[in-house]
């Protein structure tokens, strides 16, 4: 299925197919070591315990994850919108069938994300309202258009690449329940970037303009997926950041320029097995370090994409905000619904108490 029968199934493709992933969703703990620590937070912390939405927790802690976990069900929605463009256009039924379901698991992350969110205390709605109103962000990777079929490839193998390796290492959060998502999360996503890397595998197999449209998808996404990671940890450009606490926290495991080298080092000889090649002439081993070097990214982009002007910033919140009015009626009804099958459940319970 989905690539396995383009490459080797058992050489990993994504970060969520190595002994990193494995040895993460193991730590599923459960809280084992409670007896031994107890629930005091710097105690859990230390002993690498997860922290659970039972146990008090400092002020800043509770909002640095609703701030990063709403961030991240943001993206996961508004992540919809560039691939779901393609879903009328996609060449086969197959092709249709398969973005149907990843777009759809994005939907499914949004979800599992903004419940984890709320077991810290917030409500979905709130969260909702700050992505409408541009309190909270999305990762800037959407602000980028699909102009062709293979952008729907590209996104894939690098956007969807590069959030696992991101992600991985998230699953073993110090807060539990985002922990316990990203372990589900990550499997799903290797889905999505197999079915990208085997779009754009077939492509470079086929006519010459489809190999240049491949190659044109890999110019313009090969950058943006880099910067994912966010701006580098040390020098001017890293002042601002959370990367510090956030490590002390455990809740971040690895810095943004070991995980995007991690990404660089997997992805290039990917690169070179499709025939595609990145837009970076600085590109190149270094036997001395054992991983490649590459060049500059231009931050200037990133924090103009950031801000807000990038190509698709206000075109994404208008779509956003659009199908939330839309849908206010589909909310009303599941609401009026549940209220329902509560009086149902609560009158029978008062008639068997009664029997
Ligand atoms: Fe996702
Ligand atoms: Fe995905």
Redesign the pocket.
């Known amino acids: 299925m989905y690539g396995n029968d383009v490459i080797d199934p058992n050489e990993p493709l994504n970060a969520a197919e190595t002994p990193d992933y494995d040895a993460a969703a193991e730590h599923d703990d459960q809280r084992d070591g409670r007896d031994a620590v107890g629930d005091d937070f710097d105690a859990l912390l230390a002993a690498d315990q997860r922290i659970e939405p039972r146990d008090a927790m400092p002020d800043d802690y509770r909002e640095t994850l609703i701030r990063q976990i709403a961030q991240h069900a943001h993206?996961?929605i508004i992540?919809m919108q560039p691939e779901g463009n393609w879903i009328t256009r996609a060449p086969s039924l197959r092709r249709k069938a398969i973005l149907i379901a990843k777009v759809q698991?994005?939907a499914g992350?949004?979800l599992y994300l903004y419940s984890a969110a709320e077991t810290l205390g917030i409500d979905r709605q709130e969260l909702l309202d700050r992505l409408h109103n541009g309190k909270q962000k999305y990762s800037s990777i959407f602000n980028y258009p699909t102009l062709t079929w293979a952008d729907c490839g590209a996104i894939g193998w690098l956007v969807?690449g590069a959030?696992i390796m991101n992600q991985v290492p998230l699953c073993r959060c110090s807060y539990g329940p985002y922990a316990r998502a990203m372990i589900r999360?990550c499997k799903?996503?290797s889905f999505?970037q197999r079915q990208g890397f085997e779009i754009l595998w077939n492509l470079m197999r086929g006519t010459e303009s489809q190999q240049a449209m491949a190659q044109d998808a890999a110019d313009r996404w090969w950058w943006p997926a880099l910067a994912m990671f966010g701006p580098p940890d040390t020098g001017e450009a890293a002042k601002g950041g959370h990367t510090e606490q956030s490590m002390a926290w455990g809740i971040k495991r690895f810095s943004n320029d070991d995980l995007r080298q991690k990404f660089v080092d997997m992805t290039v000889p990917q690169a070179e097995k499709l025939g595609l090649t990145l837009p970076d002439p600085d590109l190149r081993w270094n036997e001395e370090r054992g991983h490649w070097d590459f060049g500059e990214i231009d931050w200037d982009e990133f924090w103009q994409v950031l801000r807000g002007d990038g190509p698709c910033n206000a075109e994404r919140i208008e779509h956003r905000r659009r199908a939330h009015d839309e849908g206010a009626w589909v909310r009303e009804a599941a609401n009026a619904y549940a209220a329902k099958q509560a009086t149902r459940e609560r009158e029978q319970q008062q008639k068997e108490s009664a029997a």
């Open positions: 993206s996961e992540g698991d994005e992350h949004g969807d959030a999360v799903e996503e999505h």
